[in-house]
């Protein structure tokens, strides 16, 4: 069963409106996406607040990930740079 949290509002629980739908394109086929919003605006801030709470907690958590990959591949290119020089200098 699939339920669309997206339609009720998370904080008061209220049937939520479609602002407006967004047709993007993923993965060569067209995603439509729904955005909508509280009726009550003054609920729908707190909700915006809350979710771009979230998104920049998550956003940190990727960052730091992307952040060890880098210093990964740093690590494994410097590791591949030492061979080809060691190769270079034996000619
Ligand atoms: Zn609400």
């Given at each position: 069963?699939?339920?669309?949290?997206?339609?009720?509002?998370?904080?008061?629980?209220?049937?939520?409106?479609?602002?407006k739908?967004?047709?993007?394109?993923?993965?060569s086929?067209?995603?439509?996406?729904?955005i909508?919003?509280?009726?009550?605006?003054?609920?729908?801030?707190?909700?915006?607040?809350m979710l771009?709470?979230?998104?920049?907690?998550?956003?940190?958590?990727?960052?730091?990930?992307?952040?060890e990959k880098?210093?990964r591949?740093?690590?494994?290119?410097r590791?591949?740079r030492?061979?080809?020089?060691a190769?270079q200098?034996?000619?």
């Amino acid at each position: 069963m699939v339920i669309n949290c997206q339609s009720i509002c998370i904080k008061c629980g209220k049937q939520r409106v479609v602002v407006k739908t967004k047709k993007e394109r993923l993965n060569s086929s067209w995603v439509y996406t729904t955005i909508t919003a509280c009726p009550d605006s003054e609920c729908q801030k707190l909700v915006d607040a809350m979710l771009n709470k979230e998104k920049a907690v998550r956003s940190k958590i990727i960052e730091n990930q992307e952040r060890e990959k880098v210093l990964r591949d740093k690590r494994r290119r410097r590791s591949h740079r030492r061979k080809v020089v060691a190769v270079q200098t034996k000619k």
